[in-house]
Every structure is written in C-alpha cells, then in structure tokens.
C-alpha cells in the first residue's frame, strides 16, 4: 500500500513503518454507534507508544502469576486423578488381582495388593517413586473427606501443591469434631502466606485442636523411626535418619564438639562440615574397631582403572574405589568380568537357585542402570515363569528382584521380566508396557 492510498482495511491485520502515511476509513460494523458517521483515519498521524520498563516487567509478572496458577490448577486435577485411581483399585480389586489369588498364598488381602498395584502402576506412569504416589494418594482422599475448602482453593489455583501438602500432613490427629474448623481458618490465610510461614500455621492450629497430647503423638511417630540411603552425584550419596528429636540433638553436639575439638589441631584443614561428616562415617561403619562393618558391596572396575561403580549405587571415584579395595576386606575384589560362571543351569529337579547363580545375577543386573530400580543387594531370585507352570533354575529365566517386587509379581497381573538386551520389562493389565513393541 503506497503513501496517500485511501483504503477500507482491518486494522488488526495491519503492519506499519514510521514512513507509512495510510488513510483508513473506519467502518462501524458493531451498530455502538449508530447515531455517527463513518469516519477516516491518517494512521501516520496517530503516535506510536513504546511500553516502559515498568509495563514490561508488569507483563513478565503477569505471565508468572498466570502460570502459577496454571500450575496450581494442574496439580490439583494430577492430585485427585491419583487419589480416584486408588479408589477405583480398591473397588475393583481383580483388575489386578486374579480369582484365587488367596487360595494359592495364604494371606493376600486382595485390597492391599489392589492398592500396591494401582501405585506401581502410576509411579511407572509418572516416573515418581511409588511412595510419592502414595503419598499424593492419601493427601487427595484427605482433601475430599476433611478438607473440601482448601480442596476447592486448590482446584481454582488460588493455592500451591506445597500449601496442600503442609496442611494435610498437620491434620493427622485433629478430632473430627473440630477437622472443619481447622480447614475453615486455614482457607481463610492460605492464599496469602508464603509456605513456610503457612506450613508453620498449620503446626500451631493442630496444637491448638489436637485432643492427643504431643507425648502420645510422639510415640505414635517414634513407630515409624527409619534410616534411608538415597544414591547422589559424583560418587556421593545420602544418608538420613528419621529418628526422636532429642536423639538428634545429642548426635549433633557429639559430632559437633569432637569436630570443633580436631579443627584446633596442627595441620587439621577440614572444615567443621567435613569433619562431621567423616566423624559420622568413622562411627557408623566401626572404623579402626572390632565390630567394623562386615557388608559386602560390590565394586565393577574397567581394566584401565578409569571408571568404578557401587552396586546399588552407581558411578564412584577411581580414587575411593581404589582406598575401598585396599583398606576394606569386606569388599570383594571384581575386576573387568563379574564373574566366570561354571553352573548356570540346574539340573530340571532343582528350585533353588546356587550361590553363583545368585551371585551373578546381582551383579548382571546390578550394574545395569534399567534394572537397578528392581534390584536390592538382599534381593530374592524369582522365576520368571513360575516353578509350577514348568519354568527352570537357570540364568535365562531368573530374575533378582526386591523382596516386596517378588510378591508383587507372584500374586497379581503385574508381568516383570528380564529382557534380552538388559533391563527388566514392567507391564501392567491396565496397558502399561516399558518396552512396548514396534509398530
């Protein structure tokens, strides 16, 4: 369109330069304004509006707010299809548990194992470890039946996942009687607290609601003391303990002050951090003692010495691999090929399966990245077609899985098997398979 062209155009799909000089008559399609005439319009006149910083950032704090409540409204739906996949589990118990399955194990509850189904179902699904699952399972049925207001702040966006997450863990313990004053005051405040400050909230209503008394709640919670290992980066791993309150304390005034006391000596040049954390490891693993540990972890060298891995762990240092095979003989040595097997196959009359059986199928699947979330250093061997149904004790149809993965496999519809190239193939009966074939 040249300068001076006198034009009936959409404005919407209009690109201009300073330079334009474009008559447009503006026709009125909407029937406002009746009562005026068309009129024209020199767009080269009218001035052009470059937004400022501040309406820039306006818009970059709006789209962030918009998000989050996105956000927000996707979890809650991810949320609640968790907690309705649970309860259709448990209503319809033998889409994963076949007929029978108690007559042939003597004490399978068919609910249990419906639920322990539906949660390796999903976890494999999302990607999320099967008691994330459960636990996003039991805070979606404690919105539902206790918390329905902070359930429908949640649904809106108005609130956070944390938010959520925070109050359902406090609620455990509030008398039904007051559970609907406890979602009241805190739907009042939940939208507008930071989490940590909300999450605190919560504690001190419980405290004020709870008909138990923090003695009888701190036994209950001491049942459920624990010590997890979780692998990590660059060869480290963590190691946490859930344990009592003032337990915790004395552990860390012990390391604490011994650490304080090391870092006065000559030549020390550990910070307080490291020494604790070496304490800590001296201490639990019985260094310099009699009762030192005595576990065998399994460590796979290359046969240059570049590369070393923890089975159940994963990739460590050349450096510590090399110090662990030197100073600890609880390690044992294996270089390059795991293992020379001579008997991997069994006699047809033989069930259980033999030490070098047993020890080469830790190691097979240990240091096989698909396989390891299956796998446990105190694994039991299952057969991947069972014993009754004709299979045989040999390699090829045995498989080292985690005791409760066993169960699992042995009583309901839940297929675990080894695959040619490595790895284990999960399928489900709801249709989930990790390595579905090709098309």
Known sequence: MSAGDHSIVDMNDMTMTDEDSVMVTVVDETGLFDDGPDFDVDLAE???????????????????????????????RQ???IGEAFEIARANPRIYV???????TPG???????ERS?????????????NLVRSLAHQAETLTASLPRLRDLFVEGSISAQRVRAAVESVDGVPDAVVGRYDERLSRVAASLRAGVFARRCRILRERLCADTLQERHDVARQRRRVCFEPAEDGMAWVSAFIPAVDVARIEARLTGVAARLRRVDGETRNRDQLRADLLVEWLAGDGTPSAATAQPHILIDGDGRFAELLGYGPIDPVSAARALRKAPSFRRVFDDPVTPTRLVLDSGQYRPSAEQRHWLRLNYGFDESAAPYLSLGSEVDHVV???????????????????????????RIRLDPKPDGGIRVRTPTGYDSDPPPF
Do not use: Y
């Open 46 to 76: 009218l001035p052009v509006r470059h937004p400022t910083a501040e309406q820039v950032l306006g818009f970059a704090f709006d789209d962030a707010e918009c998000s989050q409540l996105m956000v927000n409204r996707q979890a809650a």
């Open 79 to 81: 949320l609640l299809a």
């Open 98 to 104: 076949p007929v029978g399955a108690a007559d042939r």
């Open 108 to 114: 399978i509850d068919d609910l249990d194992f419906a």
């Open 118 to 130: 539906v949660a390796f179902d999903l976890a494999h699904r999302l990607n999320l470890s099967e």
């Open 386 to 412: 069972e014993w009754q149904h004709g299979g045989t004790t040999d390699v090829t149809n045995l498989v080292p899985l985690k005791p409760r993965l066993h169960r699992l496999k042995s009583v309901t």
